[in-house]
């Protein structure tokens, strides 16, 4: 993404006071813990019960270990690319292999049934691609205007100053394919929107958006209606 795209898309935060909203995996561990504490059970149900407890846990501690890895490695550059704005820096995460590692498979966890990632332009593509390959499907780039050289269906949305368009080739879904949709950050929701929008029109359905990390406070999944928004970190 050039600097100048950036510009248009990224938005500040305020982390301080900004309430998490993600989805949590951690929310359907404690409904499973719940379920795992009813009583009466029998021998066999109360095994069962007690494995479900043990993943839902498990769950929950890799939520916590990916989410502090994401914390850690993940950079708040000031004022950039504009004045006002706290750009998250994905490099440091992407340089620890380890990490990158980790992050790339909790992004691809807990999916049912997908047909195709679409990455968006440019960092959901470093996230999406690994994610594709570890699902076993097929990768989508979803991109800036002009870059695709293939036919075209193409969205433009409203950003703070002016517009963006996005783009992907005509034929890049069969019909009824299971989208899941791939990016850095989710902010206002306007690129993810307009990316479900485009898969929608090649006549396939979008199952879910994963994001590193949601910025909550601008209320990005208020435009996503209908899609299971995850995040790996919501601030
Ligand atoms: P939005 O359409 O407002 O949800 O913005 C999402 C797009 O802009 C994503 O492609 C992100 O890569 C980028 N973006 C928005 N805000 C930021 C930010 N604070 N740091 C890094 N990228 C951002």
């Known amino acids: 993404m050039s600097a100048a795209g950036a510009s248009e898309t990224e938005h500040g935060q305020d982390q301080a006071g900004v309430a998490g909203n993600g989805q949590d995996q951690a929310g359907v561990a404690g409904h499973e813990q719940d379920q795992a504490g009813e009583a009466g059970r029998a021998p066999d149900q109360a095994g069962e ?18 989410s502090d890895l994401l914390r850690r490695l993940i950079r708040d550059v000031h004022d950039y690319p504009q004045p006002g704005v706290v750009f998250k820096d994905i490099t440091p995460l992407l340089a620890d292999g380890a990490a990158f590692g980790k992050t790339i498979a909790a992004l691809a966890a807990g999916h049912d049934r997908i047909d195709k990632v679409a990455g968006i332009e440019a960092r959901g593509f470093i996230l999406a691609a690994p994610v594709a ?7 989508v780039p979803v991109r800036k205007l002009g870059k ?3 036919p075209t269906h193409s969205e433009t949305y ?3 100053y002016g517009t963006a368009t996005v783009q992907v080739h005509v034929d890049a879904f069969q019909p009824g394919d299971r989208v899941l949709m791939i990016d850095d950050v989710l902010a206002t929701g306007g690129t993810a929107a307009a990316t479900a929008a485009l898969i929608r029109r090649c006549g396939a ?5 994963g994001v590193l990390i949601e910025l909550g406070f601008l209320g990005g999944r208020a435009r996503l209606p209908g899609i299971d928004v995850r995040n790996l970190l919501s601030l």
């Not at 479900?52 to 990916?66: C, F, L, M």
Request: hydrophobic share 40%; proline share 3%.
């Open 148 to 150: 695709l050289p293939g």
């Open 158 to 160: 409203q950003l703070e």
């Open 49 to 66: 019960a007690e494995q479900v407890k043990d993943h839902a846990d498990e769950a929950a501690s890799d939520r916590d270990e990916i």
């Open 133 to 139: 390959c570890l699902l076993g499907v097929g990768f």
């Open 205 to 209: 359905d979008v199952a879910s958006l």
